[in-house]
């Protein structure tokens, strides 16, 4: 089958479209049929070698494989545990792993849930990540409606999905964009929206919630929280690692204004809420652009220029 691969750790071009064995479900599996993907932060990263350690470990040798999430339809089912059927279109997540730029992904029922109906497969790719701004809001920070959201990284993937649930949650909503971008968080929902470049922490606050989805300083942005406000990060500053997570385990200990880090691996519920918030009108799918799975090079490569509004696609099918 047809799948993204690299051979070494570098810049996009390293990414080329290859030959992989098809997939046999495992007992309890399903088999998948991927319509498409989109291309998130973190698989940049691992890409560029700038998280070798983790990326070896999760795949040893090369060539590697890129990909989290995936829409799709079930072609096989070996589970006997209630869950989608062959036929079913399906959105999900690979669960701390890379792999969904294939043409087939043999998965667990619990990493998948059902995609709306009218939504069609490759533009729905755009809203998996928008799982991450659920568990975010809904579970780490526990926004309230009434309270006020910063939103670092508007734009984005994850965080154009937060900006559109802050406002379904009922609260004020502040996004920083780059200056191109401004415009757009403003149409998802944005209450506010200010550039990086000429808007720094000083001139902004106070907020109940701050949601870090670019791996900022912490340190500036915590000092913005309500007394009991809560920061919650996605994304750590990987020019200093270290002090990035020490200051996050710091913040657990000292002081009220806790910043709480997490790494998404959603599951059927976080999907379920999903399907849920898409039927409701809540959140609405964001595609900058889609590219052919042989074009998954220029895939990388527009999400590095920056700029992008909502997610990068690329269709599989």
Do not use: C
Not at 49 to 63: A, N
Not at 152 to 181: E, M, N, Y
Request: net charge positive; no cysteine.
């Amino acid at each position: 089958m047809r799948a993204a691969l690299y051979d070494r750790y570098g810049p996009p071009e390293v990414l080329y479209e290859g030959r992989r064995p098809m997939p046999s479900p495992a007992p309890g599996e399903v088999l998948v049929k991927v319509h498409a993907i989109s291309v998130n932060g973190g698989e940049l990263h691992g890409r560029a070698g700038k998280l070798r350690m983790l990326t070896d470990l999760l795949q040893r040798g090369f060539p590697k494989t890129v990909g989290i999430d995936f829409t799709g339809e079930v072609v096989a089912a070996r589970s006997r545990q209630p869950g989608p059927a062959v036929g079913d279109r399906v959105w999900g997540a690979l669960s701390r792993t890379f792999g969904s730029a294939a043409e087939y992904l043999a998965v667990r029922p619990r990493q998948l849930s059902l995609v709306p109906s009218g939504i069609d497969l490759v533009e729905a790719a755009a809203l998996p990540v928008a799982t991450t701004a659920i568990t975010a809001l809904r579970d780490k920070a526990r926004l309230r409606p009434g309270e006020r959201l910063l939103v670092i990284g508007g734009a984005g993937g994850v965080g154009s999905a937060a900006v559109q649930l802050g406002k379904h949650f009922g609260a004020h909503v502040t996004a920083l964009a780059s200056a191109r971008t401004l415009d757009f968080v403003r149409e998802i929902g944005a209450d506010e929206a200010h550039d990086y470049a000429v808007t720094g922490p000083a001139d902004l606050g106070p907020f109940d919630a701050v949601m870090d989805t670019k791996g900022v300083a912490q340190e500036p942005f915590r000092r913005l929280l309500t007394p009991g406000g809560r920061m919650v990060a996605i994304a750590f500053d990987l020019g200093r690692p270290v002090a990035s997570l020490s200051y996050v385990l710091a913040s657990a200990v000292f002081g009220s204004r806790r910043v709480r880090f997490f790494s998404g691996d959603p599951t059927h519920r976080d999907f379920a809420a999903l399907t849920r918030y898409v039927e409701e009108g809540a959140l609405r799918p964001l595609v900058h652009a889609v590219h052919p799975l042989a074009d998954i090079a220029g895939a990388h490569r527009a999400l590095e220029a920056g700029g992008v509004r909502g997610k990068i696609v690329v269709r599989i099918v």
